[in-house]
């Protein structure tokens, strides 16, 4: 294996962490109850084989003679079954935020979807909204996002805020656009952009607390910090690009 | 178990993705051993290192979210599954636009902004010399800035800080019009795109 250069600071950045993560997991597993496979290839005693056997056909004949006398056979299909993975967001958690922006040369606005994660997160989609569906846009044609999509998730709660940049690129617009979006709580009293040279001005937040921000350009927001004024402190986080 | 030793010594779990799905902790050597490789194959593709990197950091996100689902015994099987990761990483970003972080979020995995000698070496991985020929024909489609820009530092290859003295503006805003300039110019270089062969022998 080779090591990572020291200049390299990023790569080694994520180098650190997939050498935490997995020392982590590796314990946790470590830690897990280990199961007994002896105990599953154990040969099932006959009588139990029989009785699994006496009870499958029981089922079989009472479901052959609902089919048969039932009048309309009517076996429901049970709603609960095609539920999704635990960690996908139910789809009444799943809503689209009332913040948009307009795009420098489409016409198609950027907006977000807000959903909440199993463990209670909070979680946004960026993308565009046409018929009040997010989706993305390519030659002029939309595409509807999968529900499962999700851009950024966080404890808004513990936070106050989530938000995240997204770079966009087109062949349309000359460099792209980089879009900053995000949700904020009923505690945070304002957001403001501050550029890397002081200069400030406000972001447009919405009732539900969503705001979306496009600028033109890749690395648009390079340099530039979102102050968050909360109840009682100001924050400012460093937007990346 | 007398193979094993054979082949690994000392009875240790087998390097790669193998072992890294018996012993996790390991999964960070097979980043260190691939992360240049899928790291070139987006950086010919997206012409942009920081997509290139986003798009990297995400796949192997994505593999060491999935690792314990990992069925191969083999390292070649490793590799595949690797690759299998890294194109569907590439045809999202095409098809949305933006690079999906779902699986670095998920895990809580910090990316780190790129320093300029980090820049420039995935810049060397794109390996734009080899576009040449499509930029110079491509190159009157682009607005006066840009194609200065890429006039000297690919074709040229000059330093950015040479480029930045030439035309009044920092490194940085060079960057950003050369790394304009290529993505504007992505659907005619996109002909250009290595063969997976390609990939792998250089």
Known sequence: ?241 | MGRRLLRFGHGRAAPGFVGAREDPSTFADVYVEYHEQVLRFFARRTFDPETAFDLMAETFAELFAHIDGFRGDTEEQGRAWMWTVARHQLYRWRERGIVERRSIERLGIPVATLGQVEYERIEDLADLQRVRPQLEQALDQLGSEQREALQLRVLEQREYDDIAQQCGASPQVIRARVSRGLRQLAKSLAEAEPTESEELFT
């Open chain 1, 1 to 241: 294996v080779t090591k990572i250069p020291p200049e390299h600071t990023a790569a080694r950045a994520l180098e650190d962490s997939f050498r935490q993560l997995g020392e982590e997991r590796a314990r946790a597993q470590a830690q897990a109850p280990r199961q007994a496979p002896r105990r599953v290839r154990r040969r099932a005693p006959r009588i139990v084989l029989i009785a699994l056997m006496a009870l499958l056909l029981a089922a079989v004949a009472a479901t052959g003679a609902k089919v048969f006398l039932d009048d309309d056979g009517g076996v429901k299909p049970d709603p609960k079954a095609h539920k999704g993975h635990r960690l996908d967001p139910t789809s009444s958690d799943r809503r689209l935020g009332l913040a948009s922006a307009a795009d420098p040369v489409e016409s198609q606005p950027w907006g977000l979807r807000l959903s909440e994660s199993a463990n209670g997160n909070t979680c946004l989609a960026l993308g565009r909204v046409v018929g009040g569906r997010l989706g993305t846009v390519r030659q002029g044609r939309f595409t509807a996002l999968p529900a499962r999509a999700v851009d950024v998730c966080g404890p808004l709660g513990a936070r106050h805020v989530v938000t995240a940049t997204r770079s966009s690129p087109s062949s349309i617009v000359a460099g792209g656009r980089d879009v900053l979006f995000g949700v904020v709580d009923r505690t945070v009293r304002g957001l403001e952009l501050r550029s890397a040279t002081g200069q400030t001005a406000p972001v447009s937040v919405k009732g539900d607390g969503t705001f979306v921000v496009v600028r033109r350009g890749h690395g648009a927001f390079g340099g530039t910090q979102l102050v968050v004024r909360g109840p009682a402190d100001v924050r400012a986080i460093a937007l990346d690009r």
